[in-house]
């Protein structure tokens, strides 16, 4: 009889073989699906998309630019030949349903006016497409859930375009509060103001925009005292004011607000659509504190602490850093750190800001 050793050896030898093909076709299709580019579509072809987003596509390791939708027949013209797409990658509002049939096209990327974003995500995700929406996510909170529950019934995900979230010098200031390096944070200040210009202008048209400053750049502070903190506010008090009653007829000029944490933290945020030098993040902890001036632009930000060092890291493309991120989490199908819901939650602390200024009472959060 054969040796009951080798026997099993001659076993096993024909189950590793008998398997060889399976395990090579997998680790295959892994290392294609990790090599693979995902083709994003750009919604919206403004300036930000041509200076900003379009750039930093060519700089991603995981996605690609694939398509175009746009209602300007000219931008269209110039993006095909600059970038070399076909005209069937090319689409209008109207016929973003047409991407379902378009293999190429894995994730849209919404950059059209505020007010227009539930549509366009919609569209999109009844496609069958992945969506990344340009901040603030919608102008209610109403509008916010009807993004997050049109991709849930698709099957896709969600992403909100907060590109300070990838910002080396704000994760660090994420972990010195998470490490309590000064101690547990008490007082945090952040503000960003922009001139916005002149009238014309969808930013000061309220049915566009849904918001002046606080909806364009306010959120950022806004933004980072819930990120630094790790905490929802409980309570939030707010002033608005106007000097040019004729460009800011339909939305805010210039606002203030404070919030409070449940750990009670206090947060002091300013934003301004005509005001210069407002672009900072401060964190005031028991030992000591930290900063960023500048701290929301798209390069150049950097910070000190109170103990002489310095908080500065190497640039790096934010845009490209933010799609890369979803690019991921669409390829290993894990939700986004900067996900719709996390977009929601800053619409509906906005919402309050807005209910706070108006009746001049603060306005609890649940």
């Keep these: 009889m054969p040796d009951p050793s080798r026997r099993r050896f001659l076993t096993e030898t024909a189950v590793a073989l008998a398997a060889a093909p399976f395990i090579s076709t997998s680790v295959t299709r892994a290392r294609a699906q990790e090599a693979r580019k995902l083709g994003v579509a750009v919604c919206g072809l403004g300036r930000l998309s041509e200076h900003q987003i379009a750039p930093a596509l060519a700089k991603t390791k995981h996605c690609r630019l694939a398509g175009i939708v746009t209602g300007t027949p000219a931008k269209a013209e110039a993006w095909k030949a600059k970038y070399g797409l076909p005209a069937t990658s090319v689409y209008d509002y109207d016929t973003m349903h047409r991407m379902a049939d378009n293999p190429h096209i894995d994730i849209v990327y919404v950059v059209t006016p505020n007010a227009l974003h539930a549509q366009h995500t919609i569209a999109a995700a009844k496609a069958g497409k992945h969506v990344f929406c340009e901040k603030p996510l919608e102008i209610s909170v109403e509008r916010c859930q009807q993004m997050i529950d049109a991709c849930k019934q698709a099957g896709r995900l969600l992403g909100t375009a ?186 509906r602390i906005m919402q309050a800001i807005y209910e706070s200024a108006r009746t001049g009472r603060a306005v609890t959060l649940g």
């Design 162 to 347: 907060y590109r300070c979230q990838f910002d080396p010098h704000h994760l660090e200031c994420i972990r010195l509060v998470r490490e309590e390096v000064f101690g547990k944070p008490t007082i945090l200040q952040a503000g960003f103001a922009i001139n916005v210009g002149e009238p014309g202008q969808w930013r000061l048209q309220r049915a566009l925009a849904g918001g002046g400053a606080l909806m364009d750049v306010g959120i950022y502070a806004l933004q980072a005292t819930r990120y630094l903190t790790g905490e929802e506010p409980v309570m939030v008090s707010a002033q608005e004011t106007k000097t040019d009653l004729r460009r800011f007829a339909e939305v805010d000029e210039s606002m203030v607000w404070t919030t409070k944490f449940p750990s009670g933290v206090m947060a002091y945020c300013s934003t301004s659509y005509k005001a210069g030098g407002i672009q900072n993040l401060r964190v005031n902890a028991e030992r000591g504190w930290f900063e960023l001036d500048p701290a929301f632009f798209y390069d150049g930000n950097h910070g000190r602490r109170s103990d002489g060092k310095e908080i500065r890291f190497p640039e790096i493309d934010l845009f490209a850093a933010e799609m890369d991120d979803f690019a991921r989490c669409v390829l290993e199908q894990r939700p986004s750190k900067v996900s719709g819901e996390e977009g929601m939650r800053d619409v």
